[in-house]
């Protein structure tokens, strides 16, 4: 069906499962401007330890209507939405499928096309109360999303409550995105609860982007994040915003999200669980490669967080303004992992690779294991660590093993290239020849 400039949306189904939504041409829709997807409120992380900005409406972007929209409430089954293209619509996102109450929803979604929209949501997910929403994607492209100013996301998944989404997208492309320093190219977030995303991202592009590349914010509390990059492109952010006060570099920004990276991911929730994956991927020309963060904010449950996990092999993170990876410690925690293998941390405007504890935190994480070779997560080395700004590897009141890496030439680091401040440290060892790290297929 072609369908143009409808009143509200092109289609749009309750409880419909065992639909197949097939090859639609949709533009123009929601003429009226209904509300649709809301992301739900949720508490702003800071850079600032223990601090925290609470819910409230004003941080809850209301999307409209959406071209194709498959809502669950009570319902159990499939939903098919694969070769429709959505375009040039000035108040409408293009695919939302939100499964609520009791509902458990399993989505296929595949080869849709979603061009010029300009409210900004090209493709969202979601699942509230205690809702399962598990998802299949596979060669969508989501292409000038967006106008200026607009929240927008090519890829956006969103829990409250215990929702719980298991999204795998595969062979996505996502390019020229219109919007303000929100505008991100595949954002996963808990905004409240103890739900869980589980975000598995493969063979894919995303390009030319505003603010943050990729996003996995981890709000709720007792809540679990996971994202995996594997066969990843992150190539060119336009806004470079301050890093948090606490950060190595000195920056002013007190929000650690919106601010040019590749990828910022963390919590601010007592017990909560964030694992970020990054395999035979490139990030590149961002604020920062990745950002890495753990600060529980007064309110948002009680406790320590539970843990955060880095787990990075085979990958290029380069040409940075600044930092190429930066994790920062801002309050007591469980477990800190971070694992490097086979990677090229190079020619970044900062530190390579920073690893950062807040004063006040010393102590506070007691399975503390940050390993790039040599450590206790088994990392062989082998990482090309050279060419970045002020160090190639920074340790802030942590203990960093870096064994078996190549410094740019042969033997360890030079002085300069391993830097330490307050009670961190870096145990380090060179190799006698260049190793084939960062071999990714992307280029």
Same mark, same amino acid.
């Given at each position: 069906?072609?369908?143009?400039t409808a009143?509200?949306g092109? %289609?749009?189904?309750?409880?419909? %499962?065992?639909?197949?939504?097939i090859?639609?041409?949709v533009?123009?829709?929601? /003429?009226s401007? /209904?509300?649709?997807?809301?992301?739900?409120?949720f508490?702003?992380?800071? +850079?600032i330890p223990?601090?925290?900005?609470?819910?409230? *409406?004003?941080?809850? *972007?209301q999307?409209?209507?959406?071209?194709?929209?498959v809502?669950?409430q009570?319902a159990?089954?499939? =939903?098919?939405v694969?070769?429709?293209?959505?375009?040039?619509?000035?108040c409408?996102?293009?695919?939302?499928? #939100?499964?609520?109450?009791?509902?458990?929803?399993?989505a296929?979604?595949?080869?849709?096309?979603v061009?010029?929209?300009?409210?900004?949501?090209?493709?969202?997910?979601?699942?509230?109360?205690?809702?399962?929403?598990?998802v299949?994607q596979?060669?969508n492209t989501?292409t000038?999303i +967006?106008?200026? +100013?607009a929240d927008?996301?090519?890829?956006?998944?969103?829990?409250?409550?215990s929702?719980?989404?298991?999204?795998?997208?595969?062979?996505n492309?996502?390019a020229?995105?219109?919007?303000?320093t929100?505008?991100?190219g595949?954002? /996963?977030? =808990?905004?409240?609860g103890?739900?869980?995303?589980?975000?598995?991202?493969r063979?894919?592009?995303?390009r030319?982007? =505003? &603010?943050?590349?990729f996003?996995?914010?981890?709000?709720?509390?007792?809540s679990?994040?996971?994202? =995996?990059?594997?066969?990843v492109?992150?190539?060119?952010t336009?806004? #470079?915003?301050?890093?948090?006060?606490?950060?190595?570099?000195?920056?002013?920004? !007190?929000?650690?999200?919106n601010?040019?990276?590749?990828?910022?991911?963390?919590?601010? +929730?007592?017990?909560?669980?964030?694992?970020f994956?990054?395999r035979n991927?490139?990030?590149?020309?961002?604020?920062n490669?990745i950002?890495?963060?753990n600060?529980v904010?007064?309110?948002?449950?009680s406790?320590?967080?539970?843990q955060?996990?880095?787990?990075?092999?085979?990958?290029?993170i380069?040409?940075n303004?600044?930092?190429?990876?930066?994790?920062?410690d801002? /309050? *007591?925690?469980?477990?800190?992992?971070?694992?490097?293998?086979?990677?090229a941390?190079?020619n970044?405007?900062?530190p390579?690779?920073?690893?950062?504890?807040?004063?006040? &935190?010393? &102590?506070?994480?007691?399975d503390?294991r940050?390993?790039?070779? &040599?450590?206790g997560?088994?990392? !062989?080395?082998?990482?090309?660590?050279?060419?970045?700004?002020?160090g190639d590897v920074?340790?802030?009141?942590l203990?960093?093993?870096?064994?078996g890496?190549?410094?740019?030439?042969p033997?360890?680091?030079?002085?300069?290239?391993? %830097?330490?401040?307050?009670?961190?440290?870096?145990?380090?060892?060179?190799?006698?020849? *260049?190793p084939?790290?960062?071999?990714a297929?992307?280029?």
């Amino acid at each position: 069906m072609v369908v143009k400039t409808a009143y509200r949306g092109a %289609v749009y189904g309750v409880d419909s %499962v065992g639909v197949r939504i097939i090859g639609n041409d949709v533009s123009g829709e929601n /003429t009226s401007c /209904t509300n649709g997807f809301q992301v739900q409120p949720f508490n702003v992380p800071t +850079g600032i330890p223990g601090v925290m900005i609470p819910a409230s *409406p004003a941080v809850a *972007p209301q999307n409209g209507w959406a071209g194709i929209m498959v809502d669950g409430q009570r319902a159990v089954g499939k =939903v098919d939405v694969g070769r429709n293209y959505l375009h040039d619509s000035s108040c409408a996102d293009g695919i939302d499928v #939100r499964a609520m109450g009791s509902s458990k929803l399993t989505a296929k979604v595949r080869r849709n096309t979603v061009t010029h929209i300009k409210e900004g949501l090209a493709i969202g997910m979601q699942a509230l109360d205690k809702a399962v929403l598990h998802v299949t994607q596979d060669r969508n492209t989501e292409t000038y999303i +967006g106008s200026p +100013g607009a929240d927008c996301e090519g890829e956006f998944a969103n829990t409250a409550g215990s929702g719980q989404i298991y999204d795998t997208v595969d062979h996505n492309t996502f390019a020229h995105a219109i919007g303000g320093t929100s505008c991100n190219g595949f954002e /996963t977030i =808990v905004s409240t609860g103890n739900g869980k995303i589980v975000a598995n991202l493969r063979n894919s592009t995303f390009r030319d982007n =505003v &603010g943050d590349m990729f996003e996995e914010g981890n709000l709720g509390s007792g809540s679990t994040m996971r994202f =995996v990059a594997d066969n990843v492109l992150a190539d060119r952010t336009s806004v #470079r915003g301050g890093n948090p006060p606490g950060s190595s570099d000195g920056g002013s920004n !007190p929000i650690p999200f919106n601010i040019g990276d590749c990828m910022v991911a963390g919590h601010n +929730g007592a017990a909560d669980s964030t694992t970020f994956v990054m395999r035979n991927s490139v990030f590149k020309h961002c604020n920062n490669g990745i950002s890495l963060g753990n600060n529980v904010g007064q309110g948002n449950g009680s406790g320590p967080a539970k843990q955060l996990v880095a787990d990075i092999s085979h990958s290029v993170i380069t040409g940075n303004a600044k930092y190429g990876l930066h994790v920062l410690d801002g /309050t *007591p925690m469980t477990s800190l992992h971070v694992k490097i293998a086979s990677t090229a941390i190079t020619n970044n405007g900062e530190p390579g690779a920073s690893f950062e504890a807040e004063a006040t &935190g010393i &102590g506070t994480v007691p399975d503390s294991r940050l390993d790039l070779g &040599g450590g206790g997560l088994g990392s !062989p080395g082998g990482n090309c660590l050279s060419g970045n700004g002020s160090g190639d590897v920074e340790a802030t009141n942590l203990a960093v093993v870096a064994k078996g890496n190549w410094w740019g030439h042969p033997g360890p680091p030079s002085p300069g290239q391993a %830097v330490t401040h307050g009670i961190g440290s870096v145990s380090a060892s060179g190799l006698l020849g *260049p190793p084939r790290c960062g071999v990714a297929a992307l280029p």
